[in-house]
C-alpha cells in the first residue's frame, strides 16, 4: 500500500504530525459520547439529552469545518491548526479544573471541544497538498486514519472516569494533546505553492457546481455514519445490552477501530479501482448491516459482529471519498474539505439525535437507524447516476488515475 516512490513523493513528517493532530482531535471530540453512560447516570438524563449532548460536538464541529477550512486558504493549514489545538486544551483544562458537574457545564465543554471536530478541515489539506494526484488515495487515508482517535476515548475514558470521576478525565485527557500540540509546531510543515487566497465570496462559488453537491451527499452519510455511532455506541450497547460503561467501552472501541483501520484501506482500494465502485460497494454493505442491526440481535456479541462490518464499511467508503475530492476540486481542496467535512458532521449530529429520539419517543433504536440506511442506500443511488458522467468527463481528463 505505501510504496518506495510515495515515501519519496511528499514530506513525511508533515505527514505524521497530521496524522497525530486528527488522531488526538478526534479522541476528544467523541469524550462525551465515552463518558455518555456515567455522565447521564450523575446527571439523570433522559435518552433524548443523551443523544443531544453527544451530538452537539458533532454539530458545532460541522459548522467550523467550514471556517477553517476558509482559514486553511488564507493563512495556511499550519496556522489554522495550531490556534485549533490551543482552543481545545484551554478548554480541557478549564473543564477540569472548574470541575463540571451540570447539563448545562457539559453542553458548554461540548460547544469547545467541537473546534477539536473541525481538524479534519485543517489534517487533510496540511496533508493533501504535499502529494501529487496518484497518491491523494493513500496520503489522505493516512491523515484521515486520525479518527482511530476514538478508540482511545471508548478505551479508555470509561475506565478512567469509573477510578477518578468523569470530570478529571477533561484534564488526562489535556495530556496527550499537548504532546501532539509540541510535535507539530516542530515538524508540520505547510507544502510550497499553495493556491492563491481567494475572496470570501469566491469560496462558495464550488456550490454553484453540482458535483459538489454530490459530494456533501456521500460523505454526509459515510462520515456522518462512523462518527454518529462512534459517538453513541456506548450508550447504545448500555442500553440495548445492559452492558456496564467499561464493557460498552470496549465493545464500541472495537467498532470504531474497524472504521478507523479500514479508511486507508478504502483510499488504497479506490486508487486501484476506482472512488467510484469502492463507494458503490461500500455504501450497500453499510446499509445492509445498519438495517440488521435495527433489529434487537440475540446477544451483544452478533450486533458487534455486524456492527464491526458496518463501521469497516463506513471507514472504507470514507477514504473512497477523499480520493475523488482532490481529483476534481484540487485548486478548492481547503474550502471543499471544510464543506464535505461539514456535512460529514451534519451527518453524524443527524444520526446521533435520531437515536435517542427514537429511543425516547418510540422506545426503539431501529427508527433512526432505519432511517440511516436508506440515506446509505441514497447515495448508492445517486452514484449509479452519476458515474457515467463522471468518467467520461473530468475523470477521462486524469492521468494514472481512477474514479
Given at each position: 500500500?505505501?510504496?518506495?516512490?510515495?515515501?519519496?513523493?511528499?514530506?513525511?513528517?508533515?505527514?505524521?504530525?497530521?496524522?497525530?493532530?486528527?488522531?488526538?482531535?478526534?479522541?476528544?471530540?467523541?469524550?462525551?459520547?465515552?463518558?455518555?453512560?456515567?455522565?447521564?447516570?450523575?446527571?439523570?438524563?433522559?435518552?433524548?439529552?443523551?443523544?443531544?449532548?453527544?451530538?452537539?460536538?458533532?454539530?458545532?464541529?460541522?459548522?467550523?469545518?467550514?471556517?477553517?477550512?476558509?482559514?486553511?486558504?488564507?493563512?495556511?493549514?499550519?496556522?489554522?491548526?495550531?490556534?485549533?489545538?490551543?482552543?481545545?486544551?484551554?478548554?480541557?483544562?478549564?473543564?477540569?479544573?472548574?470541575?463540571?458537574?451540570?447539563?448545562?457545564?457539559?453542553?458548554?465543554?461540548?460547544?469547545?471541544?467541537?473546534?477539536?471536530?473541525?481538524?479534519?478541515?485543517?489534517?487533510?489539506?496540511?496533508?493533501?497538498?504535499w502529494?501529487?494526484?496518484?497518491?491523494?488515495?493513500?496520503?489522505?487515508?493516512?491523515?484521515?486514519?486520525?479518527?482511530?482517535?476514538?478508540?482511545?476515548?471508548?478505551?479508555?475514558?470509561?475506565?478512567?472516569?469509573?477510578?477518578?470521576?468523569?470530570?478529571?478525565?477533561?484534564?488526562?485527557?489535556?495530556?496527550p494533546?499537548?504532546?501532539?500540540?509540541?510535535?507539530?509546531?516542530?515538524?508540520?510543515?505547510?507544502?510550497?505553492?499553495?493556491?492563491?487566497?481567494?475572496?470570501?465570496?469566491?469560496?462558495?462559488?464550488?456550490?454553484?457546481?453540482?458535483?459538489?453537491?454530490?459530494?456533501?451527499?456521500?460523505?454526509?452519510?459515510?462520515?456522518?455514519?462512523?462518527?454518529?455511532?462512534?459517538?453513541s455506541?456506548?450508550?447504545y450497547?448500555?442500553?440495548?445490552?445492559?452492558l456496564?460503561?467499561?464493557?460498552?467501552?470496549?465493545?464500541?472501541?472495537?467498532?470504531?477501530?474497524?472504521?478507523?483501520?479500514?479508511?486507508?484501506?478504502?483510499?488504497?482500494?479506490?486508487?486501484?479501482?476506482?472512488?467510484?465502485?469502492?463507494?458503490?460497494?461500500?455504501?450497500?454493505?453499510?446499509?445492509?448491516?445498519?438495517?440488521?442491526?435495527?433489529?434487537?440481535?440475540?446477544?451483544?456479541?452478533?450486533?458487534?459482529?455486524?456492527?464491526?462490518?458496518?463501521?469497516?464499511?463506513?471507514?472504507m467508503?470514507?477514504?473512497?471519498?477523499?480520493?475523488?475530492?482532490?481529483?476534481?476540486?484540487?485548486?478548492?481542496i481547503?474550502?471543499m474539505?471544510?464543506?464535505?467535512?461539514?456535512?460529514?458532521?451534519?451527518?453524524?449530529?443527524?444520526?446521533?439525535t435520531?437515536?435517542?429520539?427514537?429511543?425516547?419517543?418510540?422506545?426503539?433504536?431501529?427508527?433512526?437507524?432505519?432511517?440511516?440506511?436508506?440515506?446509505?442506500?441514497?447515495?448508492?443511488?445517486?452514484?449509479?447516476?452519476?458515474?457515467?458522467?463522471?468518467?467520461?468527463?473530468?475523470?477521462?481528463?486524469?492521468?494514472?488515475?481512477?474514479?
Amino acid at each position: 500500500m505505501i510504496s518506495k516512490d510515495f515515501l519519496k513523493a511528499g514530506h513525511a513528517p508533515t505527514l505524521v504530525s497530521a496524522f497525530l493532530y486528527f488522531d488526538m482531535s478526534f479522541m476528544v471530540w467523541v469524550l462525551l459520547g465515552a463518558l455518555g453512560v456515567q455522565i447521564a447516570s450523575d446527571l439523570g438524563l433522559t435518552p433524548g439529552q443523551k443523544g443531544f449532548m453527544v451530538a452537539v460536538p458533532i454539530l458545532t464541529g460541522a459548522l467550523l469545518r467550514l471556517v477553517a477550512g476558509v482559514m486553511v486558504d488564507r493563512i495556511g493549514p499550519k496556522t489554522t491548526g495550531a490556534i485549533a489545538q490551543a482552543i481545545v486544551i484551554g478548554g480541557l483544562l478549564a473543564a477540569y479544573l472548574l470541575k463540571i458537574d451540570s447539563y448545562a457545564g457539559v453542553l458548554m465543554l461540548a460547544g469547545v471541544l467541537g473546534v477539536a471536530g473541525a481538524s479534519f478541515a485543517v489534517a487533510l489539506p496540511l496533508a493533501s497538498r504535499w502529494y501529487p494526484p496518484q497518491y491523494q488515495g493513500v496520503a489522505l487515508g493516512i491523515a484521515g486514519a486520525g479518527n482511530s482517535g476514538t478508540v482511545f476515548a471508548s478505551l479508555f475514558a470509561p475506565s478512567l472516569a469509573k477510578a477518578f470521576g468523569w470530570s478529571t478525565v477533561f484534564g488526562l485527557a489535556a495530556l496527550p494533546l499537548i504532546a501532539a500540540f509540541i510535535f507539530y509546531l516542530l515538524f508540520a510543515k505547510d507544502a510550497p505553492n499553495p493556491p492563491a487566497p481567494k475572496r470570501l465570496d469566491q469560496y462558495f462559488g464550488v456550490l454553484k457546481q453540482q458535483d459538489a453537491w454530490w459530494f456533501l451527499l456521500f460523505y454526509g452519510v459515510s462520515f456522518g455514519g462512523f462518527v454518529g455511532l462512534s459517538s453513541s455506541l456506548n450508550i447504545y450497547f448500555n442500553t440495548e445490552y445492559g452492558l456496564d460503561p467499561v464493557k460498552a467501552g470496549f465493545f464500541t472501541a472495537a467498532c470504531v477501530f474497524a472504521g478507523s483501520l479500514f479508511r486507508p484501506v478504502g483510499g488504497s482500494v479506490a486508487d486501484r479501482i476506482g472512488g467510484i465502485r469502492t463507494l458503490s460497494i461500500m455504501y450497500v454493505v453499510a446499509a445492509i448491516a445498519l438495517i440488521i442491526i435495527s433489529f434487537r440481535l440475540p446477544t451483544e456479541f452478533t450486533a458487534l459482529l455486524f456492527l464491526i462490518v458496518g463501521m469497516g464499511a463506513l471507514g472504507m467508503a470514507n477514504g473512497a471519498v477523499f480520493q475523488l475530492v482532490p481529483q476534481r476540486f484540487r485548486a478548492e481542496i481547503g474550502v471543499m474539505t471544510g464543506l464535505v467535512g461539514m456535512f460529514g458532521g451534519i451527518g453524524g449530529f443527524y444520526l446521533a439525535t435520531s437515536l435517542g429520539l427514537s429511543k425516547q419517543t418510540l422506545g426503539s433504536y431501529q427508527p433512526g437507524l432505519i432511517g440511516f440506511a436508506a440515506l446509505a442506500l441514497i447515495a448508492f443511488s445517486g452514484l449509479t447516476l452519476i458515474k457515467r458522467r463522471w468518467r467520461t468527463t473530468w475523470g477521462g481528463a486524469l492521468e494514472n488515475v481512477r474514479i
